[in-house]
């Protein structure tokens, strides 16, 4: 007998497929590639901006933003969320990072780039992190460039960095994957070499005002992009609440929220603004997030890491922000 779950997954399937034998032309159109000349041919001021979750992607952005350095640059990083877009002008390559999210770039990060004054011609970057295997990378890091080069900014190089995913649906329901974590114990020395090789390229990428051109590859991941995975999601998930006994009351969920769903005096979460982003959960230090995913309990990252005994292995450049 087929349940609920079965109808709206075979639902979905078929949407995603129905949408990739209507419109392939749409998937595999639109080259990303430079509107206007290069403002610059000198990197002196690079500025690294990211998106980050659960401190992946923060983690590549503050070593790219070291290697920078150490290539003699005036390198700033920032969080998004703490950036002023106003000065964005003020730099000579802007290189942005961000988490894959359901098999593309978080909406925030999308409504974050739009609000951005014109670039005028100033190179631009896009890097993803990602949990995959097969997460859409490639294609969600173009869908950063594509905005940025909607704003006038000039593509010189996009790039995705493979770690352990942050997405506690993967752990917490699914056992196959258990052993892919454990074997993919990520990020490792060679990530942090392509992190730094990254950073070189862009330098010389501008230095020979060589601009690049990117197309987004049809993949069914990206159809599954236009079925809204995050409400179908959404439908399996109860129960999500904060539970005021354990909790601690450091504010590391509001903070980390991107809808400002979490209301900490009483203990409220508004699940219909909530994105299912699971930052709440990866980020509360004390368990006191709960969850229910198809009625069994969801843990976070911090405890996933904690039950698997895992450590991050970290470059050996210091990475603190005044380092
Ligand atoms: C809500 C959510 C959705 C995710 N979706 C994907 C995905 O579609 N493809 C993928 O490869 N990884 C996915 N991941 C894993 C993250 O992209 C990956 O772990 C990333 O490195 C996290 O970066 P951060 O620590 O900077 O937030 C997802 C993680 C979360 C929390």
Same mark, same amino acid.
């Given at each position: 007998?087929?349940? %609920?779950?079965? #109808?709206?997954?075979?639902?979905?399937?078929?949407?995603?497929? !129905?949408? =990739?034998?209507?419109?392939?032309?749409?998937?595999?159109?639109?080259?990303?590639?430079?509107? =206007?000349?290069?403002?610059?041919?000198?990197?002196?001021?690079?500025?690294?901006?990211?998106?980050?979750?659960?401190?992946?992607?923060?983690?590549?952005?503050?070593?790219?933003?070291?290697?920078?350095?150490?290539?003699?640059?005036?390198?700033?990083? +920032?969080? *998004?969320?703490?950036?002023? %877009?106003?000065? *964005?002008?003020?730099?000579?390559?802007?290189?942005?990072? +961000?988490?894959? !999210?359901?098999?593309?770039?978080?909406?925030?990060?999308?409504?974050?780039?739009?609000?951005?004054?014109?670039?005028?011609?100033?190179?631009?970057?896009? !890097?993803?992190?990602?949990?995959?295997?097969?997460?859409?990378?490639?294609?969600?890091?173009?869908?950063?460039?594509?905005?940025?080069?909607?704003?006038?900014?000039?593509?010189?190089?996009?790039?995705?960095?493979?770690?352990?995913?942050? #997405?506690?649906?993967?752990?917490?329901?699914?056992?196959?994957?258990?052993?892919?974590?454990? +074997?993919?114990?990520?990020?490792?020395?060679?990530?942090?070499?392509?992190?730094?090789?990254?950073?070189?390229?862009?330098?010389?990428?501008?230095?020979?005002?060589?601009? +690049?051109?990117?197309?987004?590859?049809?993949?069914?991941?990206?159809?599954?992009?236009?079925?809204?995975?995050?409400?179908?999601?959404?439908?399996?998930?109860? &129960?999500?609440?904060?539970?005021?006994?354990?909790?601690?009351?450091?504010?590391?969920?509001?903070?980390?929220?991107?809808?400002?769903?979490?209301?900490?005096?009483? #203990?409220?979460?508004?699940?219909?603004?909530?994105?299912?982003?699971?930052?709440?959960?990866?980020?509360?230090?004390?368990?006191?997030?709960?969850?229910?995913?198809?009625?069994?309990?969801? *843990?976070?990252? &911090?405890?996933?890491?904690?039950?698997?005994?895992?450590?991050?292995?970290?470059?050996?450049?210091?990475?603190?922000?005044?380092?």
């Amino acid at each position: 007998m087929k349940t %609920r779950r079965d #109808f709206l997954k075979q639902s979905s399937m078929a949407a995603g497929a !129905f949408a =990739m034998q209507a419109f392939p032309s749409c998937i595999a159109a639109g080259t990303i590639r430079a509107a =206007m000349p290069m403002k610059t041919r000198h990197v002196k001021k690079p500025l690294v901006l990211w998106y980050s979750q659960t401190g992946y992607t923060e983690r590549n952005g503050m070593l790219l933003k070291k290697t920078f350095e150490r290539l003699g640059m005036n390198a700033t990083g +920032s969080d *998004i969320r703490d950036f002023d %877009r106003a000065g *964005i002008g003020e730099f000579d390559l802007i290189v942005l990072g +961000s988490p894959v !999210f359901y098999y593309d770039t978080p909406r925030y990060v999308k409504d974050w780039i739009q609000a951005l004054p014109d670039l005028k011609g100033i190179p631009v970057a896009a !890097f993803v992190t990602f949990g995959g295997p097969e997460g859409n990378q490639h294609n969600a890091a173009c869908s950063i460039l594509e905005d940025l080069v909607e704003k006038q900014g000039v593509p010189v190089g996009i790039q995705a960095f493979m770690n352990m995913s942050s #997405f506690p649906l993967a752990w917490s329901k699914d056992k196959v994957h258990e052993k892919t974590w454990m +074997s993919r114990h990520l990020p490792d020395e060679d990530t942090y070499k392509s992190v730094r090789a990254f950073a070189g390229y862009l330098k010389d990428q501008v230095e020979k005002g060589q601009s +690049s051109e990117f197309s987004k590859k049809i993949t069914l991941r990206e159809c599954s992009t236009w079925v809204a995975p995050i409400f179908w999601t959404k439908l399996f998930v109860k &129960h999500h609440s904060i539970d005021e006994q354990s909790c601690i009351r450091c504010g590391a969920c509001v903070e980390k929220c991107p809808v400002n769903a979490i209301d900490l005096s009483g #203990f409220k979460v508004d699940t219909d603004a909530c994105v299912l982003c699971f930052a709440c959960i990866n980020n509360c230090p004390a368990g006191a997030v709960h969850m229910e995913y198809n009625g069994e309990n969801i *843990i976070g990252y &911090h405890e996933f890491m904690k039950q698997k005994q895992l450590k991050i292995t970290e470059p050996d450049e210091r990475l603190d922000k005044e380092g």
